[in-house]
């Protein structure tokens, strides 16, 4: 499990981004975000 600003650290892709990724549905379905935090296998 990986905080949003670890993926943003680790992608170069602004936290603001990975949000709008996945209100718009981008991220895989697998991927959940709660809290600041990416949970996978949901």
Do not use: H
């Not at 670890?6 to 603001?16: D, Q």
């Not at 718009?24 to 809290?35: E, F, K, M, N, S």
């Amino acid at each position: 499990m990986m905080t949003v600003n670890e993926v943003s650290k680790l992608t170069g892709v602004s936290i603001r981004t990975l949000q709008y990724y996945d209100a718009i549905g981008l991220l895989p379905p697998t991927d959940v975000y709660i809290r600041g935090v990416w949970e996978s296998g949901r």
